[in-house]
Nanobody
Framework: QVQLVESGGGSVQPGGSLRLSCAASGSIFSRLTMGWYRQAPGSQRELVGTISTGGNTNYADSVKGRFTISRDNAKKMVYLQMNSLKPEDTAVYYC?????????WGQGTQVTVSS
């Protein structure tokens, strides 16, 4: 069983930065690939990026060069550093992982980019 809790969302002006955190429970965290997704109003949930157990990352083209995912296995934490934010980054951001035929999501944290 894995529980995920996101935090760090808020409102920011275009060009600003935010750092989202995802706190995970469960003894298998270090063996899980973790993902960040987002869902804007009226849109489908989309993948932002992933980080493997070894720290390898992949990003959606829309966020490459602006967003960085990292993890701290000792603290069971995953982070999403978002720089150069744009209005189109406005969405609810979710932490995600999957294992043993199960998928787990956090409750989401709102990010609003607006002047």
């Amino acid at each position: 069983q894995v529980q995920l809790v996101e935090s760090g969302g808020g409102s920011v002006q275009p060009g600003g930065s935010l750092r989202l955190s995802c706190a995970a429970s469960g003894s298998i965290f270090s063996r899980l690939t973790m993902g960040w997704y987002r869902q804007a109003p009226g849109s489908q949930r989309e993948l932002v990026g992933t980080i493997s157990t070894g720290g390898n990352t992949n990003y959606a083209d829309s966020v490459k060069g602006r967003f960085t995912i990292s993890r701290d296995n000792a603290k069971k934490m995953v982070y999403l550093q978002m720089n150069s934010l744009k209005p189109e980054d406005t969405a609810v951001y979710y932490c995600n992982t999957a294992a043993y035929s199960s998928v787990w999501w956090g409750q989401g944290t709102q990010v609003t980019v607006s002047s």
